[in-house]
C-alpha cells in the first residue's frame, strides 16, 4: 500500500513569477522566458486539453482546479475571456475529471488563479494565435492585420466573415503549446480585472441540482458505513441483526457498511447494524483539558526552519520577554456531510466526488486496493464549501468499498453529521513558544520561536500513504501514519508564518512534529498561519508594551517591505486607528502577516466587546493580493475568512473524550451565528504589476491576532490560549 | 416500513404522496418530489440547510415527520418564483453576490422570504435574529443581511404572502 512520492509544493524559493509578472508598459505582458516556468501548462502541454471551441459559438475550458464556492472558475472564465477576446458568457468551465481534465495537482494553498490561471491565460493566447494564423492564411494577410472582437475576426476594424467558430476545425488545437508567448497587459483588461457575477450562483439560489448530493444515476442504491464506537476500535462481531432481504451487508476486517435501495431504507438499515455490533474499545485519546501536555510530552521530530544568528545583536537584549500560545483542534464543519457515488464495472471503478484532488483520490484508491490507477476514474461534482482535507476522499473509498458488493450498480454513500464532525481529519492543536529581546532602544534583536503540532499534510497520496480512513479498518489494515509536515519551512505545514515577517537581526524558528497521532489531523485552511500569525502578533502587542509604543507604529518600525507598511496603514486608516474611543469594556487591536511570508498581504484591526461575553463587534481589513481577476471575488473570499476566523478565535474547539470525538453536532460545535458575526469592512490595496496571489486564506491569522490584542485591549488581560471564551479571560486573569 | 397516504400541497401543487409517516418531510420533499433545493444539513434541525415554509412558517424539514405534514402547505426554494421572476430575495441574493458554497443558501432564502411576508420592512436586527437558526459556514453573513434587505426595501409593499 505504497505509493511513489507526490512531488510537494516548491520550497519559496523555487517558486517561479506567473508570466508577465513584472511587467508595467502598456505594451503586452512579457511572456516568462519558457514554458516551465507555466508549471500547469508544461505538465499539459496541449492546447486542446485548456480549452474547446463550438461552432455553435461558445468556448470550454478545463482546468484541474475544483469549485467549492471560492469562485475559482469564475475568475478561470474571465482570464480565459479575456485572452481570447470573447464575452464571458460564452465560456462554460467543464468539470473536472481524471478522465480528461489536465493534472494540477490538488486545490488548494490559494494558488489556483497562479496555477491555474497563468496555465489557461497562456493556453489561451496560443489558441487565439492558431486561430489567428488560420484566418490570415485564408485572407492572404499577415495576423498582426487582424483583430478580435468576441470570437469575430476583423481587419481594420471590419468583420471579415471569418469567426472563431467558422475557423475551429476538429484537431485545431490537438498541439503542444509552444514558447510562452506574450499575453495582454492588465491596463488592457476589460473582463479580468474588474467585478464578474458568480457562475454558480443562479443555480444556487433557486435550487437547481447542482451538488454531488443532488445526483441521482439511473439504478442507484445507498450505503451507509457503521463507523467503530470509538476512534481505535476492533468489531468482534457483527451479532447477525435481521434486516430486510433487500439490503446487504458489508464487512470487511472493522469496516462495516449497508448498501439498501433507498437511503432511508440504508439509515434504516445501518441503525440495527450498529445496534448489534459487537466492538474492542481501546482507549487511545490524550486529555483534551490539557492539550498543553500532550503537545509537549509526545515524542517529536525537531527540525530546523530558520536561523539566522547574529550574536552580537542578540547580547544588546535588555528586556527578555517569553510567552506560550495554543490553539485546541479544529473542525472543518462544513455544511454538508460528505458523500460519494461509485460504481463497479467488472475491474474498472468509476467514483464520483467532491475531492479538491482527484488524480490522487485516484491514486491512492488505486494503491489502497491493489488495482490499476488506469482502471480507476474519479469525476469531481460541487460539495459544500470546503476550507481543507475533509472527509470527501474518505466517502469515496467508502462508495467504492459499497459497491463492490453490488457490481455494476452506482452506489451512493452519505455521512452523517456526527461522522463528518468525528471522523473526518481535523485541523491540528498547536502551541507555539515564543522568546525574543528587546533593546534598549526598544527594538527586537532577537526572536525563538518553538512550534510543536502534528502535521498538516495528510492529503490523500502525501508521505507515499493512501491516507483514506477506511483502508485502516479493512481485514490487514494499518493505522494511519502520522501525518508528515511538508518540507520545513515558513511557508509549510504547522510552520506556514512561524517566520515573523519583521526586522529582526537574530532568528531562529524550530518545528517539533509530533511523531503518533492519535486524533488524526491534515490540513485546514492557512495550515500553521492560523496559530503562527495569533502568536507572533500577539507578542508584537505585548513587546510594544514593554517597548511603551503604540502597536501600530511598533510593527511599522519593524518593518521595511512597502506593501506591508501599505496594508497596516490602510487598515489603520479604515478602523479610525489613531481617534479610536476609549471606553471600558471596548477594545481594538491590530494584525498583520503576509501570507506564507511570500504571498498576499493582510492587515486587520478588531473592535471587541468583552462584557458578559467575548465580542467582536467590527472587523476592517486591508489587502494586497498582487493583480486581481475579480475584486468582489476577492473581497467575498476575505470577507469569509474573516468570519470564519472570527468564529475559530471565539468559539472553536473540538472536545473528546479517551475514545472518540464528542463534538459531533451544531449543539456541541458551536459557529459563530447571524446575531454573531461582526461587521467587515474590506479594502483592497491595488498592487498594479504585482503577481496575483491567492486571497482564501489570508485572513485568517491576522484577524484572530487582532480580536486577541483587542480583547487584551478591553480587558487589560492577555489570553493566549484560544478560543477567546469568557472562560478564558476568567482563568487569564486568576492567573495574573 | 408502515406506508401511508400523504395529502400535501407543494409549491402549489397537490400531491398525495405514499411515504413512511415517521420519515422526515426532507426525504419526501427529496427523494419523493425530486426537489434538490432542501438540502440534508445535519438531522436534528440544527443548521437550518433544509428549510422549507410550511403553512407560512420557515421550518426545518430534516426533523419534522411526514405525518404532521398531512394537509399542509409545503413552499421550497424552488417554488418562491413567480413565473419566470425570481423571488425578490432570490434577485438581491444574486445582486450582492451572498453565497460562496451555495449549500445553506436555499434554506437562508426560504427564511428570508418567510419573514418578509410577516414582516415586510423589518430593521437589520430583527433579520438577523430570524436567519439565527440558519448556519453559514463560509462567513457570508454580511451579504446575506444586506441582500434581505434591499429585497425589502424593493419589495411592492402589500405584496401577497407566499
Given at each position: 500500500m505504497t505509493l511513489p512520492p507526490r512531488e510537494a509544493e516548491p520550497p519559496p524559493g523555487a517558486r517561479t513569477p506567473p508570466p508577465g509578472a513584472e511587467t508595467s508598459s502598456p505594451g503586452a505582458r512579457t511572456p516568462p522566458p519558457s514554458l516551465a516556468a507555466i508549471s500547469s501548462l508544461a505538465a499539459n502541454p496541449v492546447l486542446s486539453s485548456w480549452l474547446a471551441l463550438s461552432p455553435g459559438g461558445t468556448v470550454t475550458i478545463f482546468s484541474g482546479k475544483v469549485e467549492y464556492g471560492q469562485g475559482v472558475w469564475t475568475a478561470l472564465a474571465q482570464i480565459a475571456a479575456e485572452e481570447l477576446d470573447v464575452a464571458l458568457p460564452r465560456i462554460t468551465v467543464a468539470p473536472v475529471s481524471t478522465d480528461g481534465s489536465p493534472d494540477e495537482g490538488v486545490t488548494s494553498g490559494s494558488l489556483s488563479i497562479q496555477h491555474s490561471g497563468s496555465a489557461l491565460r497562456q493556453a489561451c493566447a496560443q489558441a487565439r494565435a492558431v486561430l489567428l494564423a488560420a484566418a490570415a492564411s485564408k485572407l492572404r494577410t499577415a495576423p498582426t492585420a487582424l483583430t478580435v472582437d468576441d470570437g469575430q475576426i476583423l481587419a481594420a476594424g471590419r468583420p471579415t466573415g471569418l469567426s472563431y467558430w467558422s475557423l475551429a476545425s476538429p484537431g485545431l488545437l490537438d498541439r503542444a503549446?509552444?514558447?510562452?508567448?506574450?499575453?495582454?497587459?492588465?491596463?488592457?483588461?476589460?473582463?479580468?480585472?474588474?467585478?464578474?457575477?458568480?457562475?454558480?450562483?443562479?443555480?444556487?439560489?433557486?435550487?437547481?441540482?447542482?451538488?454531488?448530493?443532488?445526483?441521482?444515476?439511473?439504478?442507484?442504491?445507498?450505503?451507509?458505513?457503521?463507523?467503530?464506537?470509538?476512534?481505535?476500535?476492533?468489531?468482534?462481531?457483527?451479532?447477525?441483526?435481521?434486516?430486510?432481504?433487500d439490503v446487504r451487508t458489508v464487512r470487511d476486517g472493522s469496516f462495516l457498511g449497508v448498501v439498501a435501495?433507498?437511503?432511508?431504507?440504508?439509515?434504516?438499515?445501518?441503525?440495527?447494524?450498529?445496534?448489534?455490533a459487537r466492538w474492542h474499545v481501546t482507549e487511545s485519546l490524550p486529555d483534551d483539558g490539557d492539550l498543553k501536555r500532550f503537545l509537549l510530552s509526545s515524542p517529536a521530530e525537531e527540525v530546523p526552519v530558520e536561523s539566522r544568528r547574529d550574536e552580537a545583536s542578540a547580547a544588546a537584549a535588555t528586556t527578555i520577554r517569553t510567552a506560550e500560545y495554543t490553539r485546541p483542534f479544529l473542525a472543518h464543519a462544513s455544511m454538508a456531510p460528505s458523500c460519494a457515488i461509485a460504481r463497479w464495472d467488472g475491474e474498472a471503478v468509476t467514483v464520483w466526488s467532491h475531492s479538491q484532488g482527484v488524480f490522487a483520490l485516484r491514486d491512492a484508491i488505486a494503491a489502497g486496493l491493489g488495482l490499476d490507477p488506469a482502471l480507476v476514474t474519479v469525476h469531481h461534482a460541487e460539495g459544500a464549501g470546503a476550507y481543507g482535507h475533509n472527509g470527501a476522499d474518505d466517502a469515496a473509498l467508502d462508495a467504492v468499498l459499497l459497491a463492490r458488493a453490488v457490481p455494476g450498480r452506482p452506489v451512493r454513500v452519505l455521512w452523517s453529521r456526527a461522522d463528518e464532525m468525528g471522523w473526518a481529519p481535523l485541523g491540528p492543536a498547536m502551541l507555539a513558544r515564543l522568546s525574543a529581546g528587546l533593546d534598549h532602544g526598544g527594538r527586537i534583536v532577537t526572536w525563538r520561536q518553538d512550534v510543536w503540532s502534528n502535521g498538516f499534510i495528510g492529503r490523500p497520496g502525501r508521505g507515499g500513504e493512501p491516507r483514506l480512513l477506511a483502508l485502516a479498518h479493512l481485514a490487514g489494515g494499518r493505522p494511519m501514519p502520522p501525518a508528515p509536515d511538508g518540507p520545513p519551512t515558513g511557508a509549510m505545514g504547522s510552520t506556514r508564518n512561524a517566520v515573523p515577517g519583521y526586522h529582526i537581526p537574530d532568528l531562529e524558528v524550530v518545528r517539533h512534529r509530533l511523531l503518533t497521532m492519535p486524533v488524526r489531523t491534515s490540513s485546514l485552511r492557512s495550515l500553521g498561519a492560523?496559530?503562527?500569525v495569533f502568536a507572533i502578533e500577539s507578542f508584537m502587542d505585548e513587546l510594544a508594551e514593554c517597548a511603551g509604543a503604540d502597536p501600530v507604529q511598533f510593527r511599522l518600525a519593524h518593518l521595511t517591505d512597502p506593501r506591508a507598511v501599505r496594508v497596516i496603514e490602510e487598515a489603520a486608516a479604515l478602523a479610525g486607528w489613531a481617534g479610536r474611543p476609549r471606553e471600558d469594556g471596548l477594545g481594538y487591536g491590530v494584525g498583520y502577516a503576509r501570507y506564507k511570508g511570500l504571498a498576499g498581504y493582510c492587515a486587520a484591526v478588531a473592535e471587541v466587546a468583552?462584557?458578559?461575553?467575548?465580542?467582536?463587534?467590527?472587523?476592517?481589513?486591508?489587502?494586497?493580493?498582487?493583480?486581481?481577476?475579480?475584486?468582489?471575488?476577492?473581497?467575498?473570499?476575505?470577507?469569509?475568512?474573516?468570519?470564519q476566523s472570527t468564529s475559530w478565535a471565539t468559539r472553536e474547539r473540538v472536545t473528546f473524550d479517551r475514545a472518540r470525538i464528542t463534538s459531533v453536532n451544531w449543539d456541541t460545535y458551536p459557529v459563530l451565528r447571524f446575531t454573531e458575526v461582526p461587521g467587515v469592512a474590506v479594502r483592497i490595496v491595488a498592487a498594479p504589476g504585482q503577481p496575483e496571489t491567492g486571497a482564501g486564506e489570508i485572513a485568517q491569522g491576522p484577524v484572530a491576532a487582532a480580536i486577541g490584542n483587542a480583547l487584551a485591549d478591553a480587558t487589560g488581560t492577555r489570553v493566549r490560549d484560544l478560543p477567546l471564551t469568557r472562560e478564558q479571560v476568567i482563568r487569564a486573569i486568576e492567573r495574573s | 416500513m408502515e406506508q401511508q397516504e400523504l395529502h400535501v400541497t407543494v409549491n402549489g401543487e397537490a400531491h398525495t404522496l405514499t411515504a413512511d409517516p415517521d420519515s422526515p418531510l426532507l426525504d419526501v420533499l427529496r427523494a419523493g418530489l425530486g426537489l434538490a433545493g432542501p438540502r440534508f444539513g445535519c438531522g436534528l434541525g440544527l443548521c437550518g440547510a433544509c428549510m422549507v415554509i410550511i403553512d407560512g412558517r420557515a421550518r426545518t424539514s430534516c426533523d419534522y415527520p411526514a405525518w404532521a405534514a398531512e394537509g399542509t402547505t409545503v413552499t421550497t426554494v424552488e417554488g418562491l418564483r413567480d413565473g419566470g421572476r425570481l423571488h425578490?430575495?432570490?434577485?438581491?441574493?444574486?445582486?450582492?453576490?451572498?453565497?460562496?458554497?451555495?449549500?445553506?443558501?436555499?434554506?437562508?432564502?426560504?427564511?428570508a422570504a418567510a419573514l418578509l411576508a410577516a414582516n415586510p420592512a423589518p430593521a437589520e436586527q430583527e433579520v438577523r435574529e430570524a436567519l439565527d437558526g440558519n448556519l453559514c459556514r463560509c462567513g457570508v453573513h454580511g451579504r446575506i443581511v444586506a441582500a434581505v434587505l434591499k429585497a425589502a426595501a424593493r419589495r411592492p409593499s402589500g405584496q401577497a404572502a407566499r
Open positions: 503549446a509552444g514558447a510562452p508567448v506574450p499575453v495582454k497587459p492588465p491596463g488592457r483588461w476589460s473582463v479580468a480585472g474588474r467585478s464578474a457575477p458568480r457562475i454558480d450562483l443562479p443555480d444556487k439560489v433557486t435550487g437547481r441540482p447542482r451538488f454531488l448530493h443532488d445526483l441521482v444515476l439511473t439504478g442507484m442504491h445507498y450505503g451507509r458505513v457503521v463507523r467503530p464506537p470509538a476512534l481505535a476500535a476492533e468489531l468482534l462481531s457483527t451479532g447477525d441483526p435481521t434486516l430486510p432481504p435501495p433507498t437511503d432511508a431504507a440504508a439509515l434504516r438499515a445501518a441503525r440495527l447494524v450498529a445496534k448489534a492560523f496559530l503562527n468583552a462584557e458578559n461575553d467575548v465580542r467582536v463587534r467590527r472587523l476592517w481589513l486591508a489587502v494586497d493580493v498582487g493583480t486581481v481577476i475579480n475584486p468582489d471575488g476577492v473581497v467575498n473570499q476575505v470577507e469569509g475568512g474573516a468570519i | 425578490p430575495v432570490q434577485q438581491a441574493f444574486l445582486d450582492e453576490q451572498a453565497a460562496q458554497c451555495g449549500y445553506c443558501t436555499s434554506g437562508v432564502i426560504v427564511a
